[in-house]
């Protein structure tokens, strides 16, 4: 069958061949599935190249897990981006913390900031390769009964290698 303006036309259902109608949307849904896919693809690079290794020289906690001294791997959990992961080089032991990403301010990147309070010393914010790319871990109730406790709170660094 055909149409006035000389197009062929769908015997069935009178609305052109088969595939006319529906190229557009099928485009259209293959375009947003590619988009989606880029989006999380690109969400998931960024969370895992940010990661620090660090040899922290004493021994710290992390939310309310305690580490001891040594080399660690600090990164972010590819399906949670917010969450923090501190991972000793042989993944036996690990630490995870919920965190508050983006601008830290100024300081040196790649770098640990642990408060501490008499001889315990918490992680409290980790910089990434800028002072614009780092997370801000809140305090836990573990630190703040050191900080009552102490009463005074220094600073103490580490870099990253």
């Known amino acids: 069958m055909t149409r006035p303006n000389g197009n062929p036309r769908c015997a069935r259902s009178g609305r052109g061949t088969a595939l006319e109608g529906h190229t557009p949307m099928k485009r259209i849904i293959a375009i947003a599935l590619l988009a989606i896919a880029t989006l999380m693809t690109a969400g998931s690079a960024s969370a895992q190249s940010a990661v620090l290794k660090v040899d922290v020289p004493f021994n710290f906690t992390v939310s309310s897990t305690f580490l001891p001294a040594g080399n660690y791997d600090i990164g972010f959990d590819s399906k949670h981006p917010d969450i923090l992961i501190v991972q000793d080089r042989t993944s036996s032991i690990r630490a995870r913390a919920l965190v508050e990403r983006g601008s830290i301010g100024p300081g040196k990147p790649g770098t640990l900031i642990l408060h501490r309070y008499g001889g315990q010393y918490f992680l409290s914010e980790v ?33 990253a290698h």
Not at 142 to 151: I, T, V
Request: proline content about 3%; charged content about 30%.
């Open 127 to 159: 910089r990434f390769g800028s002072a614009s790319n780092g997370a801000f871990l809140p305090a836990s109730k573990l630190e703040r009964q050191a900080r009552e406790e102490s009463g005074k709170e220094d600073l103490a660094s580490v870099a």
